[in-house]
Nanobody, 121 residues
């Protein structure tokens, strides 16, 4: 089964930049979509950005033109580069991946443990 290990995040000032990364490890046949979600205190978890197996990217309106998602299939990693950060970007950021155990298996999803991103005004 796949495990997701996140890194990066931390503290930035408004207008600054941060990067979060997520590496998939463990035994699996392939990974399809990889995505980043975030959850602010008292709010529901929301999709921030997604990149599919064919590199189609989708972004939440609130982060378009500021965040960029990319993936390295050889390393099984997904990265979210966050620019022009705003205080409202403050949240725990979670990585999610759709993986399958064997070529004939259905896809299942896994979540990372989350990494804190804090943007000060």
């Amino acid at each position: 089964q796949v495990q997701l290990v996140e890194s990066g995040g931390g503290l930035a000032q408004a207008g600054g930049s941060l990067t979060v990364s997520c590496k998939a490890t463990g035994r699996f046949y392939s990974i399809n979509a990889m995505s980043w979600y975030r959850q602010a205190p008292g709010k529901q978890r929301e999709l921030v950005a997604e990149i599919t197996g064919d590199n189609t990217r989708n972004y939440a309106e609130s982060v378009k033109d500021r965040f960029t998602i990319s993936r390295d299939n050889a390393e099984n990693t997904v990265t979210l580069a966050m620019n022009s950060l705003k205080p409202e970007d403050t949240a725990v950021y979670y990585c999610r991946a759709e993986a399958r155990q064997y070529y004939y298996s259905p896809y299942y999803s896994r979540w990372g443990q989350g990494t804190q991103v804090t943007v000060s005004s």
